[in-house]
């Protein structure tokens, strides 16, 4: 991984950990916190010059589709999990808790519009992209997933950690086969980040 890259996945690295570990205390302020760190990850993103982020009706309903599958494929998680596991649902209502009092709409519009682009342009168009080039698609969707996953690790939550993995499953193995969708998963991104925390929250 070269220091273009390498830098700025570190940079995102030690702002997860800001964000989540427990003994910074930064729960209450959870989602501004997420805005200035999506924010950093977009900054990042865009340096790289190639970004193309060309949407039409196709991408939009793909799109929508890929965040409808995702929702669908998180609540048969929580179902079975919660059956499974007895810590399952409290790890749960712990991510819903993280934020303190802010309105869930104001919640609602970042994640559309600004957390969940910023993460999916950030580590599929830029990251995965990046590595892909240097180490090949296979390997580049591989290395990202492991990293998207490994830096929630800091909220020592299983099930947010787990969460991510399958996400970032999702969206990297999509990204792998088709690195033109990439407006759809962003639009995916939006969407189910919007659905499973504020919209349709899964309980």
């Not at 501004?32 to 900054?43: E, F, K, R």
């Not at 080039?133 to 591989?142: L, S």
């Not at 997933?145 to 490994?150: K, M, R």
Request: charged fraction near 10%; hydrophobic fraction near 60%; glycine fraction near 6%.
């Amino acid at each position: 991984m070269t220091a273009k890259t390498s830098i700025p996945v570190a940079v995102a690295a030690f702002l997860w950990f800001l964000m989540f570990n427990p003994w910074m205390g930064l729960q209450a302020v959870f989602w501004p916190a997420m805005a200035i760190s999506s924010a950093i990850l977009l900054y990042f993103s865009f340096r790289r010059g190639d970004i193309r982020l060309r949407c039409d009706w196709k991408q939009i309903i793909i799109g929508v589709a890929i965040a409808a599958a995702l929702w669908g494929i998180f609540w048969l998680g929580n179902k079975i999990s919660c059956a499974l596991f007895n810590f399952s649902r409290p790890q749960v209502d712990s991510i819903y808790a993280m934020g303190g009092e802010m309105g869930k709409w104001i919640i609602a519009l970042q994640l559309i519009f600004l957390t969940g682009p910023a993460e999916e342009i950030f580590w599929r168009g830029f990251v995965q992209q990046s590595l892909a080039e240097e180490k090949g698609p296979f390997a580049a969707m591989c290395i990202t997933l492991t990293i998207y996953a490994l830096i929630h690790i800091w909220s020592f939550n299983f099930m947010l950690i787990m969460a991510a993995m399958v996400a970032g499953a999702v969206w990297g193995l999509l990204y792998w086969l088709k690195p033109s969708w990439l407006p759809a998963l962003v639009i995916s991104h939006a969407l189910w980040d919007a659905a499973v925390f504020v919209i349709f929250p899964i309980h």
